[in-house]
Each structure stands twice: as C-alpha cells, then as structure tokens.
C-alpha cells in the first residue's frame, strides 16, 4: 500500500444517521403504527405456513397488499424440483433484466406481492423485472430455494439476451432474497465459472444464519420482525440440513473476490442492520465497488410502505443502477 494512512481516510458511517433526532416525523409515525398493529396480534407461528401465506396475500400481515400489474405475465421454465415459475412485468425494448428474489423469511411470500416495486423497475428504469417463485420451506427446506434461484439465473444468462434483447443482466431482492441473490452469484462463480450479472441490489438482506449481534440483541419488539421470528425463520429454513458456518448458507463467511458492484439499503430500526453493514464491509474488502444506504428509522423492508423514506431510497437504486 502506497500510503500508510490509507485506511484511515476511508470515511466512516455518519453517527448522526443513527440519532433519533435523525427520523423524519412520517417514518416515525409509520413505526408506531406497525409496532400497534403487531404488537398482541395473533402469533404467526401458531398457525401453518399456508394460511400465514394466505392471509398475507390478503394484505393481513405486516405490509399493505400491493396492487397486481395488468401487463405482468407468467412463463415457467425447467427446475430441479419440476416446473419453475417466472412472473415478468417488462416495457416493450427493455434496456436490462432485474432477476428479482422475494423475500419472506424463506417460507413466506410471492412474486406477485411485489409488483409496484418491479414495476419501479421497469417504468423508471426500463428493466424487464423477472421474479422467481421458488420453493417455500418448511415444506422444501435448504437447498430447495437456493436450487430454484441458481437454476433461474442460469436460464437468464442462457435465454435472456435472445428473449430481451439485451444482456445487461442485475440481480437482488430483499431480506431472504437478498441473502438468496448472494447466494446465486456465488454458486455461478463458483459452480459454473460464470459472472452474468453486473450489479446486485441488495436490500435489508440476512447474511449470517447464525445471527448477528443486531439480531440476537433486538428482543420482542414486534417492527415487522423480532429475535424470534428470525430465528424460527432460520429453523424453518434448515429444516433437514445446512451448516451456518457454509458460505452456501451464510454467504457472510465466503469469498466474495470477483462479485460486481453491489448496493445494500437498510434502515436503521431494522433487525438485520448488522448484517448490511457487515457485509458491505466484507464486499469492499474483497475488491468489489460496495455501495451502502443507510436510512434513518427504516424499519425491516420499510421500502414495501409507500412513504418519502422509500422514494428516496428508490432514487438511490436508481442512481445505483445507471452507473453500472
């Protein structure tokens, strides 16, 4: 290294990020409604995975239902567990692919509950946003969804240039999906000596299965989520089999050399913020342009609520997104 001080010029977060005074008022009152919506509802862990699904298709959960996309349309494709498949919502030339992974705990959750946010994509950004309907623990625990999103990834990589018209190719995801985009960029480098994808957005993502220090230290306070809710996600997850220390499982613990650009967004009242600014960390070090979001008061994927935090953090992946 040329300079010795080098590192000591790298800047550090902002402190103030992280001072309540720091939460606009409209994020405020956004987490006091959840936390008095959650807060002695019905414990989603008494009842089975089908009808948690049900009911928060229905809007019952802790995010509002989001309207469906009239020009979204289903293809399905081979998977390792049968037919695997892909909603796409695209404008008619698209100028790249967002390979988008849901999020949901592993258990929970569906392409189709996420259209405004492909549909982000695809106005403002004129990306063709494909989501992948991978299999659901507990009832396809690890590897089932990690198999399902390797196998998308490499059909777009195969059939994407000729089916879209372009090969500029991103992926991402939040919470669950984003830990499985990591998860997919790993296993193509790595499995296949491939690197289709030239940015990862990354957004409230869980990294380490064994849990962080944000995590394990958070309680009960119900914010979307709690200590609890994620370690039974990661039971739920690990039903049969995975190790926490398997970069397979817990990407935090694997070499990240040679991954693209990638941008991590979390909010500052979220679980997993330990688990962005961790991972951010070790995506630098390993030599990768790393990006990361911070936003005051956001809670776990506050980017689901339509408030002036989100659209903030939108025009930061959007800006993200064109400089790749």
């Given at each position: 290294m040329d300079d010795p001080f080098l590192a000591r010029k790298i800047p550090m977060l902002d402190p103030r990020l992280f001072h309540p005074d720091a939460v606009d008022p409209e994020t405020?009152?956004?987490?006091?409604?959840?936390?008095?919506?959650?807060?002695?509802a019905p414990d989603q862990?008494?009842?089975?995975?089908?009808?948690?699904?049900?009911?928060?298709?229905?809007?019952?959960?802790?995010?509002?239902?989001?309207?469906?996309?009239?020009?979204?349309?289903?293809?399905?494709?081979?998977?390792?567990?049968?037919?695997?498949?892909?909603?796409?919502?695209?404008?008619?030339?698209p100028r790249g692919v967002f390979l988008h992974i849901h999020g949901g705990g592993w258990m929970l959750g569906a392409p189709d509950e996420q259209d405004p946010f492909l549909e982000f994509f695809a106005?403002?950004?004129?990306?063709?946003?494909?989501?992948?309907?991978?299999?659901?623990?507990?009832?396809?625990?690890?590897?089932?969804?990690?198999?399902?999103?390797?196998?998308?990834?490499?059909?777009?990589?195969?059939?994407?240039?000729?089916?879209?018209?372009?090969?500029?190719?991103?992926?991402?995801?939040?919470?669950?999906?984003?830990?499985?985009?990591?998860?997919?960029?790993l296993r193509l480098r790595d499995r296949h000596g491939l690197l289709p994808f030239a940015g990862a957005n990354?957004?409230?993502g869980v990294y380490d299965l064994a849990l962080t220090p944000s995590v394990r230290r958070w309680g009960d306070e119900k914010l979307i989520l709690n200590t609890r809710d994620i370690f039974l996600f990661v039971q739920g997850f690990l039903r049969r089999e995975g190790d926490v220390r398997s970069p397979d499982v817990s990407p935090i613990h694997a070499d990240l050399a040679g991954l693209p650009p990638a941008l991590f967004t979390i909010g500052t009242r979220d679980p997993l913020l330990d688990d962005s600014l961790f991972m951010a960390a070790r995506w630098a070090a390993a030599g990768n342009r790393s990006e990361l979001a911070v936003w005051p008061g956001g809670c776990h994927?506050?980017?689901?609520?339509?408030?002036?935090?989100t659209q903030q953090a939108l025009a930061r992946m959007e800006a993200f997104v064109a400089s790749l």
């Open positions: 405020a009152a956004l987490n006091a409604d959840i936390l008095a919506r959650l807060t002695g862990w008494s009842a089975p995975p089908a009808v948690v699904r049900e009911n928060r298709a229905k809007g019952l959960g802790p995010f509002p239902p989001a309207p469906k996309s009239p020009r979204a349309r289903t293809i399905t494709i081979e998977g390792p567990g049968g037919p695997l498949a892909l909603r796409i919502i695209a404008p008619e030339e106005e403002r950004l004129g990306f063709a946003a494909v989501s992948v309907d991978y299999r659901l623990a507990p009832e396809h625990p690890y590897p089932a969804g990690p198999d399902d999103c390797e196998a998308a990834a490499l059909w777009l990589g195969r059939e994407g240039r000729e089916r879209f018209g372009t090969g500029r190719f991103i992926i991402g995801g939040d919470s669950a999906g984003a830990h499985l985009s990591v998860v997919t960029l990354l957004i409230a994927v506050f980017t689901r609520f339509d408030i002036g935090l």
